[in-house]
């Protein structure tokens, strides 16, 4: 639910001070006082805000307040300048008014931060999107660029306006901003050549020479240096809480962003430059010789550099501050400026080209922000313009005349819009007018503007006049023109009232305005209206060559010369504020007013004479009454019922009909007196303050009695709950408590039954198991006594029947006997005597057919080793199955000897008989079976090294190996080539091949070896031979079996020898030269390891030590 607040809600003091009772100017004050002390720094009256300074950032302008306020109505929530933006941005958005913001107040009153707010406030609710946002960027970015140029610090304001400025922004029917225009009033351009005490020149000045980098000041031919320039005040170059180079940057990114070009940025820069260094431009007299002084300038450098700077002819300008020509007709004369002249014309230079480059950034920025669409548009002005101004010392000049005649113009546009819009809303809601008595100051406005006789009018005059025209001559004008006028005060105008008025000085006059009397000094007054500079100075100018000086100087155009003088300041600010009131006339008005709170721009502190002064010269107390002249209040009827139904018994807590009536009902119950309000269309008026107060309080006292209700009921209801629950609970643990106390009852219960239950049951089962067991016995006695009888009865049963069987079987056997012998004796006659021998012959063939057809099938693979051999099917076929596999076995071996070429078959044949030598006889001879006969182990023919040994031999070597010849001394071998041919044993080197012994085969005679496994063998010669005279060979090889069993082939196949003898024997002798040793064959011990080791024991014995092979 949407909660309805008011204004009037939480109010500090009151919130509108059309409220204000009673109204009196210490009332007035003393409200905004306390506001301003509880940081409520916005009041109203009526819908104009009025705006205190706070002089400390206040948390009232977070994105949050701006959704609070954002379309809220105006008395909806407490005072805001967002409420007005709201408003002010609604109407234009949903009733298509045009719209404008004025703002107004003194310096430093918060006018420039109001407008901002605005703007943002503005900024914030209205569309989205890209393009939307470029344009609001650009608009809010004119503002420090503007700010920059156009504001200095005073005494008064760190952040002065020294301009008025008023900012149109256009927004589509959408309510999106589309761009802006800016119009600027009256820079005060004296600044740029002269500060007050305490104050500055503009701030741009400061921001250039701090935050612009060394290149660009060199190029701007500057020093960073402030106490090198004169136009610059020293006495307060540096302010405090502001940062002049980040405010470069700001300006420099803002000029970006805006749509400046970086070519235009460096004009506007050096023009700023140029200023510079023309303040620096001094002069000296120089006599004549007509007696009159000529100025000259004192040190051309910083001439120079300026004209470089603006592309001036350096001869051009030096000779413009010298000389002044004057045109009249077709007549030129040229008089020397005197040195005062010469500065007085160098000021003038000055101020105007600043004043003009100001124009122009203006007008450049107007260019960048205006409305690219040319559809209709909605506008929003908002004006920014320097408030009354009353200096008390009464030194207030030209400015404060020009500046207060705008204000004068601006109240009487309020007085007539304020006025206007009451009485249009009387229409509207039907109530009638009643004429309002104000004071209204358009005559104040005619004693100023008017064209014949206005003091505006008479300073033209005066300055057009030829012959000498001083402000005297003015004031005297002014003192017989508008003696007369009741809001002028001279002392020698022939009114003579003030005569011997001392507050007035004989050089001043005074003007009453709305807001006070104002003493104007007229010094300054037709120097400042003239504004003149000499055209000597335009066309200098105007021949620079640099675009932008070219165009802030037309006037100096040659070809253009316009002899008539140019229009006076007064004139063109009198123009210009016409247009201006114009313009705000066709728009809706929203008005703040900016009240500042102390002088010392310090937050806290209320200077209660400063803000009496601004609520007067502001003319609030004027607001506030003609804002009150009708009724004091009012309000539409449903928001007012909704707000104080609770007072009537008939419309709380709800009125069904409309609100009108409610209201109307409402009144009447309260007794309200009827000229205390009226009731129009849609709002119900309320003439006095009082009223409204008197409702209020009433509201407050039911609110509290209502509280009071609310709050009654709520205990009680409050209490009612919590006993219910209360009981509730207590139900709950009764029961949960009941249950637990049966559940421990019934477990004791149930407990002691189970005791009781088993006793009773045991002692039933007892004698139960008694009584079964005793029926168990009885069962058995019976069983057993039945199984004696049946026992008994069986056996003799057995008896019987076994008795039975014999006698069956006797006369079964008796029987087949008599039948044998009756068939027989029948059938003896019809039998063949050879039937029994045929019936045999034919079974015995049958069984042998079946045993050969089953053979052929169970027949073993042709593989000679193959041990299968199907099993024997009849015992009376053992001889024969016996054979059958022995000739099977033969016939398997013949076909397999059939495949084997002539070498295989010597080498069975050799494996043969080696196996007929050696088989069973000798261990080594296991091992040699599978091992091929290979013969030539060394390769002998092949191999390159035995080659020589090789062609020795004449016949084919049968077999060559390398043996060990054990030397007889020791036991120890050594390596020697055996080669055995068909003739020869030889034994040669093995490392060079040389034949060291060669036995004919007939010499040897026999070959002993050893039946153990080693390798040892001995060659025994004929003796008497030739070979045998170095005696027998021991010799030992790996091949030993194939060694011998060549040897032995080879006495088998020759005829001329004998056979050779092999011995097998562990111990044979060996003829060594004369010795006979015997070689004798151990089985050696494990730990010799498996080598074979002979040793030579002593003269007749070699003992060899062969590993067991076990
Ligand atoms: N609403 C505000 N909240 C906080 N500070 C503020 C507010 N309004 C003004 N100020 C402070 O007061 C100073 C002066 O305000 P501002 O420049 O707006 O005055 P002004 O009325 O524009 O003066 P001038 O006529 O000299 O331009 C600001 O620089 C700021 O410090
Ligand atoms: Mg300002």
């Keep these: 639910m949407e909660v309805k607040t008011s204004l009037l809600d939480n109010m500090i003091g009151v919130g509108d001070m059309v409220l204000l009772e009673p109204l009196s100017e210490d009332s007035f004050l003393e409200n905004l006082k306390n506001r301003f002390d509880h940081s409520e720094i916005y009041t109203y009256i009526g819908s104009v805000v009025i705006s205190m300074n706070p002089y400390r950032s206040l948390p009232i302008y977070t994105p949050d307040k701006v959704e609070e306020y954002r379309n809220r109505n105006f008395y909806e929530l407490s005072p805001h300048i967002y409420a007005l933006a709201d408003e002010a941005y609604r109407s234009l958005r949903d009733q298509d008014k045009d719209q404008c913001i004025l703002i107004t107040g003194e310096s430093g009153a918060g006018k420039t931060e109001a407008s901002k707010l605005v703007m943002s406030y503005v900024a914030a609710v209205c569309g989205k999107g890209q393009e939307v946002n470029k344009v609001k960027e650009q608009l809010l970015q004119s503002n420090p660029v503007l700010e920059a140029f156009g504001n200095a610090k005073t005494v008064r304001n760190d952040n002065s306006s020294r301009f008025g400025k008023y900012m149109d922004i256009e927004f589509d029917f ?21 500060q007050p005490r305490g104050e500055r020149n503009f701030h741009v000045f400061y921001q250039l020479l701090s935050g612009a980098s060394d290149d660009t000041l060199k190029k701007l031919k500057l020093y960073r240096d402030f106490s090198k320039y004169n136009y610059l005040s020293l006495d307060s170059a540096v302010v405090n809480g502001l940062d002049d180079a980040a405010n470069f940057r700001t300006v420099r990114n803002a000029m970006q962003i805006v749509g400046f070009m970086e070519d235009e940025v460096q004009s506007v820069l050096e023009l700023v430059a140029a200023v510079l260094k023309l303040g620096n431009i001094e002069f000296k007299p120089e006599s004549r010789c007509n007696g009159t002084d000529e100025s000259r300038i004192k040190d051309k450098n910083d001439l120079k550099e300026m004209c470089e700077l603006l592309g001036i002819e350096q001869s051009v ?85 020009i500046i207060n005649y705008c204000n004068e113009k601006l109240q009487q546009i309020f007085i007539e819009l304020t006025l206007r819009e009451e009485q249009e809303e009387y229409v509207r809601e039907g109530i009638e007018w009643t004429n309002i008595e104000y004071f209204n100051n358009a005559i104040i406005c005619d004693l100023i503007e008017n064209n014949q006789n206005g003091i505006l009018a008479m300073l033209d005059e005066e300055c057009l006049r030829p012959g000498t025209v001083t402000d005297e001559t003015f004031l005297d004008k002014l003192n017989t023109v508008c003696a007369e006028h009741q809001h002028f005060e001279s002392r020698l105008s022939k009114n003579s009232k003030f005569l011997n008025d001392h507050s007035l000085p004989h050089s001043c006059f005074r003007i009453q305005h709305y807001a006070g009397k104002v003493l104007y000094r007229v010094e300054g007054f037709v120097d400042k209206n003239n504004d003149l500079l000499y055209r000597d100075l335009s066309q200098a100018m105007y021949k620079a060559n640099h675009s932008l000086i070219k165009q802030l100087f037309p006037e100096g155009n040659p070809a253009k010369v316009n002899l008539k003088r140019p229009p006076t300041a007064g004139f063109q600010f009198k123009a210009s504020v016409g247009t201006l009131m114009r313009n705000l006339q066709t728009k809706n008005p929203n008005y703040i007013r900016c009240i500042k709170p102390n002088d010392k721009k310090a937050s806290h502190i209320f200077t209660e004479s400063l803000v009496r002064h601004q609520v007067r010269y502001l003319g609030l107390m004027e607001n506030v009454r003609v804002r009150r002249a009708g009724y004091a209040f009012r309000q539409a009827y449903e928001p007012c019922l909704e707000r104080y139904k609770m007072l009537c018994k008939r419309t709380w807590p709800h009125w069904r009909g409309p609100a009108r009536e409610g209201v109307e009902v409402l009144m009447a119950d309260l007794q309200v007196p009827a000229e205390e309000f009226s009731y129009g269309r849609s709002k119900i008026f309320i003439r006095n303050p009082r009223t409204l107060f008197f409702l209020e309080e009433r509201r407050r006292q039911c609110l509290q009695d209502l509280a009071t209700l609310i709050q009654k009921i709520y205990r009680g209801w409050k209490c009612r709950s919590q006993f219910l629950l209360l009981k509730q609970s207590q139900i709950v643990v009764a029961a949960w408590y009941r249950r637990y106390a049966q559940q421990k009852k019934y477990q004791r219960i149930k407990s002691a039954t189970t005791v009781v239950q088993s006793y009773t049951r045991g002692w039933q089962a007892r004698k139960l198991l008694r009584e079964l067991k005793y029926q168990k016995r009885c069962e058995e006695a019976a069983t057993t006594i039945a199984a004696y009888w049946h026992g008994t009865q069986a056996r003799r049963e057995l008896r019987r029947l076994k008795e039975e069987a014999r006698r069956k079987h006797a006369v ?8 044998g012998l009756k068939v027989r004796r029948e059938y003896r006659k019809y039998f063949r005597a050879n039937a029994g021998k045929k019936i045999y012959d034919f079974t015995i063939q049958r069984i042998l057919q079946k045993y050969f057809l089953g053979l052929k099938s169970t027949m073993p693979s042709m593989s000679p080793i193959d041990k299968n051999w199907p099993a024997r099917p009849y015992l009376f076929l053992d001889g024969t199955h016996t054979e059958l596999r022995r000739i099977f076995h033969l016939w398997r071996c013949k076909k397999y000897r059939s495949q084997f070429t002539e070498e295989k078959k010597a080498v069975y044949e050799e494996k043969l008989e080696a196996s007929e030598i050696f088989k069973d006889k000798k261990a080594l001879y296991p091992s040699s079976v599978s091992q091929p006969f290979k013969g030539d182990y060394l390769e002998i023919s092949k191999n390159p090294k035995y080659q020589k040994l090789s062609s020795a031999m004449d016949e084919k070597v049968l077999l060559a190996d390398v043996v060990n010849k054990i030397n007889r001394a020791n036991g120890k071998g050594t390596a020697r080539i055996f080669l055995l041919t068909k003739k020869s044993v030889v034994l040669a080197d093995q490392k060079t091949g040389q034949v060291k012994a060669s036995v004919p085969l007939p010499d040897l005679t026999s070959v002993s070896v050893s039946t153990q496994s080693d390798g040892f063998f001995a060659l025994k010669l004929k003796e008497g031979s030739a070979s045998a005279v170095k005696g027998d060979f021991l010799l030992s090889s790996e091949h030993l079996i194939e060694i011998i069993t060549k040897l032995h082939r080879i006495g088998a196949t020759a005829a001329d020898r004998e056979q050779l003898n092999v011995d097998i024997s562990d111990e044979f002798l060996v003829q060594f030269k004369q010795d006979k040793v015997c070689v004798k064959f151990i089985q050696g011990a494990p730990k010799n390891g498996n080598s074979v080791s002979c040793k030579r024991k002593n003269n007749r014995l070699l003992e060899v030590s062969v590993p067991s092979t076990a």
């Design 174 to 194: 959408k309510g999106d901003p589309l761009g802006g225009v800016i119009s600027n009033y009256l820079l005060e351009k004296s600044r740029v050549v002269k």
């Design 317 to 401: 300008l030096e000779r413009a501050f010298s000389y002044r020509t004057v045109e009249a007709k077709m007549e030129k004369v040229s008089t020397t400026l005197n040195v005062a002249q010469a500065y007085y014309a160098r000021d003038a230079l000055a101020k105007n080209l600043y004043s003009r480059l100001f124009s122009w950034l203006v007008t450049r920025i107007n260019e960048s922000i205006k409305a690219q669409t040319k559809t209709r548009h909605k506008v929003m002005g908002v004006l920014d313009i320097y408030g009354f101004e009353i200096f008390e010392d009464g030194d207030n000049s030209f400015e404060q005349f």
């Design 812 to 819: 079964a056997v008796i029987w087949a006997y008599w039948q």
